[in-house]
């Protein structure tokens, strides 16, 4: 059973420099909340644009990259969940109404920077097939990302056809790790994906980070160069104190205290 968290604190804007709607914080698409007590470590983006459904437009997407590179700096931050907060709808890809109003050179660079962005999150091969049923090729990875998370037939398929997939579908093919049954309060895969951080929480954060870095470069590369980029993480994490801890609590047969360094 999901434990209950009563010590959180308000959502916030992180103030983007350049953003049209940084001029009220009501009206900011993409907020922040940072998790407390038991759960501190863990960090809450919210993206609200609900007369959107939470599409890619251009001050979403500007907001989220500047929230992005604030948080990739903040040591506090060990595991980011990123939930809507227009009920029934996470994200609905790319804002076409948007997109139709700019020229082909906007849209190539406004592309590039959604592109960049999922290269973030690695999440677009979703979205990328959304935008297939409106005779659009996939932009922002889709068409990469996808043959190499279901194998080229499967990937084609799906994109040629612009089929969409429902939760239990997408997680019968592997594209996602989890489908819940959803609740009264329309929020369960919110508790599932908060479950999960919290598995993730208690873990060395630098063994973390390192182990996503070697995972996401190894798998661009063939694996006798991916077999390199671990032997280099490894290395990373040989000298830190949290290796050292790990090590001394497994011998004395306690839980580990990991501090990040």
Not at 69 to 83: G, I, K, P, S, T
Request: aromatic share 4%; hydrophobic share 45%.
């Amino acid at each position: 059973m999901l434990r209950v968290l009563c010590l959180l604190r308000p959502w916030r804007p992180l103030r983007a420099r350049g953003c049209a709607s940084d001029s009220a914080a009501g009206s900011s698409e993409i907020q922040v909340r940072t998790l407390a007590g038991p759960d501190q470590g863990i960090t809450e983006i919210l993206m609200n644009r609900p007369r959107a459904r939470n599409a890619l437009g251009n001050v979403f997407v500007s907001e989220l990259l500047e929230t992005l590179a604030q948080l990739r700096e903040d040591r506090q931050v060990r595991v980011l969940l990123f939930r809507s907060g227009v009920k029934g709808v996470f994200c609905a890809g790319a804002d076409l109404k948007e997109r139709e109003q700019m020229s082909e050179a906007e849209v190539g660079v406004f592309v590039q920077r959604l592109r960049g962005l999922m290269n973030d999150i690695a999440s677009s091969a979703i979205m990328g097939l959304i935008e297939t049923t409106r005779g659009l090729l996939p932009g922002a990875g889709g068409t990469q990302r996808l043959p190499r998370c279901l194998g080229v037939a499967l990937a084609k398929e799906l994109i040629f056809t612009g089929r969409r997939l429902s939760g239990t579908e997408a997680h019968a093919l592997g594209l996602v790790n989890h489908a819940v049954a959803q609740n009264e309060e329309g929020d369960a895969a919110y508790h599932r994906a908060r479950a999960l951080a919290q598995e993730i929480l208690p873990q060395a954060p630098i063994a973390v980070r390192l182990g996503k870095v070697a995972i996401d470069r190894g798998m661009e590369v063939d694996i006798a160069s991916g077999m390199a980029i671990e032997g280099m993480c490894y290395a990373q994490n040989i000298p830190t104190r949290d290796r050292l801890e790990g090590m001394a609590a497994f011998r004395e047969k306690r839980p580990p205290t990991f501090v990040g360094e």
